[in-house]
T-cell receptor, first 117, second 113 residues
Framework: AQTVTQSQPEMSVQEAETVTLSCTYD???????LFWYKQPPSRQMILVIR??????QNATENRFSVNFQKAAKSFSLKISDSQLGDAAMYFC??????????????FGKGTHLIIQP | DGGITQSPKYLFRKEGQNVTLSCEQN?????MYWYRQDPGQGLRLIYY???????QKGDIAEGYSVSREKKESFPLTVTSAQKNPTAFYLC????????????FGPGTRLTVL
């Protein structure tokens, strides 16, 4: 079974600074998808960024970028120029690309990101 | 305006009662999912459906049931067999199976009194 580990229960960063959230995962599959979701106090899960494992290029979305290290099974999220609205729980998630297993996301336990004004 | 709606936002249940959580989407997505979130935890998969009239158990299906009679709707019933049902429940959908991004509804908070 796949597992996703987020080793930082809480992170704090000054507004306008850069912060990196860590995620590692365990899978025997070679093809899969990785995601970062944001959950603000409203509890709505919002997609931040997505990475296909077969793509070597790291995904970017404006101020958000990932460092995907397939061999190390690491998928960290970098937030540049942090803003107050970035404060939220951030979840790393894994999804298989097929193969007969359950078609759902496997989530880490989350990192609570605090933005200091 | 396309999206996923869940109702009610808050639900209170007495022990021994079954309750049904609603999930509707107008995104024309084929696949739909139910997740449970407990305090300090990530989401865990309860059930999923990739096409109408078909659904599969996820990691924590015991005490739950679902139906998928229409493409737009995927209701979740929390039965009295679920020993600890108090949690936040999130519904999601994706255009297709496995490869597509899942998008989430706003969630339902269920509390057992």
């Amino acid at each position: 079974a796949q597992t996703v580990t987020q080793s930082q229960p809480e992170m704090s960063v000054q507004e306008a600074e850069t912060v990196t959230l860590s995620c590692t995962y365990d899978t025997s599959e070679s093809d899969y998808y990785l995601f970062w979701y944001k959950q603000p106090p409203s509890r709505q899960m919002i997609l931040v960024i997505r990475q296909e494992a077969y793509k070597q290029q790291n995904a970017t979305e404006n101020r958000f970028s990932v460092n995907f290290q397939k061999a190390a099974k690491s998928f960290s999220l970098k937030i540049s120029d942090s803003q107050l609205g970035d404060a939220a729980m951030y979840f790393c998630a894994y999804r298989p690309s097929g193969g007969g297993g359950a078609d759902g996301l496997t989530f880490g336990k989350g990192t609570h990101l605090i933005i200091q004004p | 305006d396309g999206g996923i709606t869940q109702s009610p936002k808050y639900l209170f249940r007495k022990e021994g009662q079954n309750v049904t959580l609603s999930c509707e989407q107008n995104l024309n997505h084929d696949a739909m999912y139910w997740y449970r979130q407990d305090p300090g935890q990530g989401l865990r998969l309860i059930y999923y459906s990739q096409i109408v009239n078909d659904f599969q158990k996820g990691d924590i299906a015991e005490g739950y049931s679902v139906s998928r009679e229409k493409k737009e709707s995927f209701p979740l019933t929390v039965t009295s067999a679920q020993k600890n049902p108090t949690a936040f429940y999130l519904c999601a959908s994706s255009k297709g199976r496995y490869t597509d991004t899942q998008y989430f509804g706003p969630g339902t908070r269920l509390t057992v009194l």
